[in-house]
């Protein structure tokens, strides 16, 4: 039984048993609530709650009419499911490790944050300009033969493999 | 089962399944970018292929939600800014090595370094906000 529990909850799993219950989650979020995959307008969900009274436009759209609503469960929910992961498979409760470049970059946890944070006010203009991130566009809108979604898709891949190159001779000194 | 109840648990299972596939790991991301480890892009393909086979079998099964609806896909808007987004978007994985979901697995997790993503994520969607109310833009 040892080794069964470790194969679930320790050893990463294998790709396709990721892109298997990923794939799922598509066609299971429409027949429950009728309601496309996505995570991205979830941080204007999040924005509304920290904000509720805020009369910008977009926060005042459609997708806010409910408040912050069920975006907030799905993130947290997001948040809550990998917690339980790393609590089954034996990891730290808390850790400033980022992979390969904090192993490489010896700058401050609150420095390393500060790049992260650019890093994130791209990801966050980025996908609501293009109308999505990975799951909106790349897993719903593919599977779904979005145009869009293939237009947005091939700008994601494109910067990511240029900036990723950029960060990996100007940051990463060219290693890894 | 309540709709928010639905949301938590659907949610749960993605980010515990993010996690297990090692999507929350910095170096499968920058694998993935360099060519060196194409694991995500694999989780991303089957995940795409097995969302397509199940809405149309969603659909072949009838089309209706749990709750007898009409199944219904709206079709996100192509704009001719639609690829600026994505570029825009793009440098931000690259520069986090995270997307805006993976980034809340990292969270979970522990990794607390996500806390800047995040905040950075706000703040970039505060700003399109603010774009969309003084351009003529439609919110959406």
């Known amino acids: 039984m040892n080794g069964l529990y470790e194969s679930i909850f320790v050893n990463p799993w294998p790709w396709w048993v990721g892109g298997l219950i990923i794939g799922i989650l598509v066609p299971l979020l429409y027949y429950s609530e009728n309601t496309a995959l996505g995570v991205s307008t979830g941080y204007g969900s999040v924005i509304k709650l920290l904000r509720p009274r805020s009369r910008l436009k977009w926060l005042n759209s459609k997708s806010f009419e409910e408040g912050p609503g069920w975006r907030i469960f799905f993130l947290g929910g997001m948040i809550l499911g990998a917690f339980i992961s790393a609590r089954l498979g034996g990891r730290p409760l808390l850790t400033g490790e980022m992979g390969i470049f904090t192993a490489t970059v010896s700058w401050s946890p609150l420095a390393t944050a500060l790049f992260f944070a650019v890093g994130g006010f791209f990801l966050g203009l980025g996908a609501r300009i293009a109308g999505g991130c990975t799951s909106g566009h790349s897993i719903h809108g593919l599977a779904n033969l979005q145009i869009s979604s293939v237009v947005a898709t091939i700008g994601f891949l494109a910067a990511g493999t240029f900036t990723t190159y950029l960060v990996r001779v100007f940051i990463l000194g060219g290693g890894g | ?140």
């Open chain 2, 1 to 140: 089962m309540g709709r928010n109840t639905t949301f938590l648990i659907l949610g749960t299972v993605f980010g515990f399944t993010l996690s297990r596939v090692g999507a929350s790991e910095y170096d499968l991301i920058y694998g993935m970018f360099t060519g060196t480890d194409l694991t995500l892009a694999w989780v991303m393909i089957t995940a795409i292929i097995i969302g397509h086979f199940g809405m149309r079998l969603l659909n072949l099964a009838g089309g209706k939600t749990r709750r007898g609806e009409k199944v219904s896909v709206k079709a996100k808007p192509l704009k001719s800014i639609t690829i600026v987004g994505g570029l825009i978007m793009g440098v931000g994985w690259g520069l986090s090595g995270a997307c805006p979901g993976t980034v809340l697995a990292q969270l979970g997790e522990g990794k607390f370094i996500a806390l800047g993503t995040i905040a950075g994520l706000v703040l970039g969607t505060y700003t399109y906000a603010l774009l969309v109310e003084r351009g003529s833009d439609s919110p959406g």
